[in-house]
């Protein structure tokens, strides 16, 4: 009997060529097969008759083939195979695009179940590219619900289902269940086993919601108990003290007045850096709510107690500006601040890094130069990782192996409702920036269609004669997508429009030095218009740039887009954002009004992880979790609140899940791919 560690390879059918296909889906063992889960199911249970087919969709028809399907060479490349198949109540052609070897299979007089989409054309109707299975003299109903997993080019719902059918006999009769009992009766869960039977062969839909319900609780349930046992872990750790927590010589040195959560996120990180454990903290808040201040504490509260701190930025760009925002501060408490990119040339950065490990640099602020090898701290205590979500967890645990267990504070301007940030960043304590500082105004924002061209061109102009300056954001151009804004050639054409003003083009394909000569020269006013890809997302501080506008805005989702629109608005000038792309159908429309009538980041983000999913906020460059096969972090937030409830519970009972050895092997197993000692 195979065993689920076993190479898929032993699979009938499957040879080396196939087993280099499947590897792309991460699929070598038999487990990994059974880890797989459908991504949909379609529902050939309910046969409808030919006759009852009134509107197009997909239907699950029992019929008999009733002519010999004939294949026509349409151009080169390109066959159509049609036939006609009837059942009693009437007749109906079918048509294959391009699959011959599907259509061979079919003989005439032979009954099938064929399942497919419905065309209707006025009284014409066809049956297109059906899958199709042959029906035996005795079945009675040999409809049933179908799995469709995900594919590579090359493998066929056939060649998973035959991996799939191999890893469900793997399974042993006596396979532990990671759940403990009494929650499998609370919530009413079938046992790991059925489960596992019912998402890749159910029986009914039925089966198909509580095995989902089941894994999804168990997904969520894992994750949850992994993240607290390394919260408590990284609580057990003794961290360096702060000996100096007093901020009021820091509150008095800024030049404004802090808000109420400033002030209280600042609050709780001098608790944090007092109390001999690490911290480990994610700030996180909309875009303009002030984070660069509470980072700037950290670093104060660092050197007043003799310590260095370390602020790591993506980008050389938004390195450079935070030194040139947090020097001056600093510097009025007696405190040096050093800058370390990669593009420095060799006297500079050999005058960096000797400041760094003599000490005399109290701040160091850079982009991931700060990990490289060279670069060693006189004492790090604290670290900061600015925009986090562009660092991954390694990157941000090579920083802080430069001291002896740092404070780490991450910040993210990508604002997610609390209930998620507290499961999502489950091994950090949260603090959310929810106020803007006073003194913003909103920015007015527009979606409009390609009409409105000239009069938004128009509207550029009127703008720059006025003082301020322009965005104009194009989205990346894939290839065979040329009718997308390009924004090289955006950029000529804007400049033939408006011949007097000074336009400038900005895109990733361009090497860090010329993007910095480029943002730096636009900052200091020497450009009107800088026509940029989303490299601008995440960069220098323009207050003067009062205009954003984004061309083929339904190509962007939509927290990115409100991060495109937090780059003006900086200034005391009313700015405004112009979204192109409004005339591209109702969704797009409905998606930017969202975008009008709220400048809240939050409501944005809730919107936006309702409609696109959650694959934008939560993927593994992001946050570093274990990834999630079937939770949806929207669609299952009373399950996901369930999980942490009852993780904690058990945790709190039992901290090493000692009496839950199947759980405990299955934690860990989860979180193995995890750059993360705290399992190791």
């Not at 995900?150 to 493998?155: D, F, I, S, V």
């Not at 793997?170 to 596992?196: F, K, M, N, Q």
């Not at 609580?235 to 002030?263: C, E, H, I, K």
């Not at 800088?530 to 061309?551: Q, R, S």
Request: charged content about 25%; some cysteine; aromatic content about 6%.
């Amino acid at each position: 009997m195979p065993a689920l560690e076993d190479s898929i390879r032993f699979v009938k059918g499957v040879g080396p060529k196939k087993a280099a296909l499947f590897e792309k889906l991460h699929i070598r063992t038999l487990r990994d097969a059974l880890e797989t889960y459908p991504r949909d199911y379609e529902d050939r249970s309910v046969i409808t008759s030919i006759a009852d087919i009134a509107e197009d969709g997909k239907y699950a028809v029992r019929a008999v083939v009733g002519t010999e399907p004939k294949t026509t060479r349409i151009r080169k490349g390109m066959t159509l195979v049609k036939c006609t198949i009837f059942d009693q109540s009437g007749s109906l052609p079918v048509t294959y695009f391009n699959n011959p070897y599907a259509a061979a299979l079919l003989r005439v007089g032979q009954e099938y179940v064929f399942y497919g989409r419905v065309q209707i054309n006025g009284h014409a109707r066809m049956l297109v590219s059906p899958q199709s299975e042959k029906v035996s003299p005795d079945a009675a109903h040999p409809g049933r619900i179908v799995p469709v997993y995900p594919l590579t080019a090359g493998l066929t719902q056939r060649d998973m289902a035959r991996v799939t059918e191999a890893a469900l006999d793997a399974v042993p009769g006596d396979w532990p269940d990671p759940l403990p009992e009494v929650l499998r009766a609370r919530y009413t869960l079938p046992d790991a086993a059925d489960a596992l039977a019912a998402i890749h062969r159910p029986q009914s839909a039925q089966d198909v919601t509580e095995a989902r319900r089941r894994m999804v609780f168990e997904e969520l349930f894992l994750l949850c108990c992994g993240l607290q046992q390394l919260k408590e872990r990284r609580r057990a750790d003794t961290g360096l003290v702060f000996s100096d927590s007093s901020l009021a010589d820091f509150f008095a040195a800024l030049p404004f007045s802090p808000t109420g959560a400033q002030r209280r996120a600042i609050g709780v990180i001098a608790s944090d850096c007092a109390s001999g454990r690490p911290m480990n903290r994610l700030v996180q808040g909309d875009v303009g709510s002030g984070k660069t201040v509470v980072a700037a504490a950290l670093c104060a509260l660092a050197a007043k107690s003799g310590y260095q701190a370390a602020f790591m930025a993506p980008t050389e760009i938004l390195a450079a500006q935070h030194a040139e925002t947090l020097a001056p501060l600093l510097a009025t408490l007696g405190i040096s601040c050093t800058l370390l990119t990669g593009s420095m040339n060799a006297a500079q950065k050999r005058a960096a890094l000797a400041a760094i490990e003599s000490g005399a640099a109290q701040v160091v602020i850079g982009t991931h130069a700060l990990i490289q090898q060279s670069v060693n701290f006189y004492r790090l205590s604290a670290v900061v990782a600015d925009e986090q979500h562009r660092f991954g967890v390694a990157q941000r645990a090579a920083l802080s192996a430069k001291g002896q267990t740092p404070h780490v504070l991450v910040m993210s301007a990508t604002p997610i409702p609390r209930t998620l940030a507290l499961i999502l960043y489950g091994d950090l304590d949260v603090s959310v920036l929810d106020e803007v500082p006073p003194g913003r105004q909103p920015v007015e924002t527009y979606a409009v269609g390609e009409n409105m061209r000239r009069r938004i061109t128009a509207f550029i102009d009127k703008q720059i004669r006025e003082g301020g300056q322009v965005y104009v954001v194009c989205p990346l151009v894939e290839e065979g997508e040329m009718n997308l804004k390009s924004a090289e050639q955006h950029a000529l054409d804007l400049q033939k429009t408006l011949p007097h003003r000074r336009v400038a083009v900005l895109h990733g394909r361009m090497k860090s030095a010329e993007k910095e000569r480029v943002m730096q020269a636009f900052a200091a006013k020497e450009y009107d218009i800088l026509v940029a890809t989303t490299v601008i997302e995440v960069g220098v501080d323009v207050p003067n740039a009062n205009l954003m506008v984004v061309e083929d805005a339904d190509r962007f989702g939509l927290s990115q887009l409100h991060q495109l629109r937090g780059r003006v608005g900086r200034g005391t000038r009313q700015s405004y954002c112009i979204f192109f792309g409004a005339d591209k159908g109702q969704t797009a429309r409905e998606r930017l009004k969202i975008l009008c009538k709220t400048n809240d980041g939050f409501e944005i983000a809730r919107a936006d992880l309702s409609q696109r999913g959650p694959g934008d906020f939560f993927g593994r460059r992001q946050h570093g979790l274990p990834a999630l096969h079937v939770a949806d972090p929207i669609a299952d937030l009373a399950l996901m609140r369930s999980a942490r409830e009852e993780a904690e519970q058990i945790l709190q009972a039992d901290p090493t899940l000692a009496g839950y050895p199947e759980l405990r092997a299955r934690v860990h197993r989860m979180f193995e791919e995890r750059d993360d000692e705290a399992f190791n």
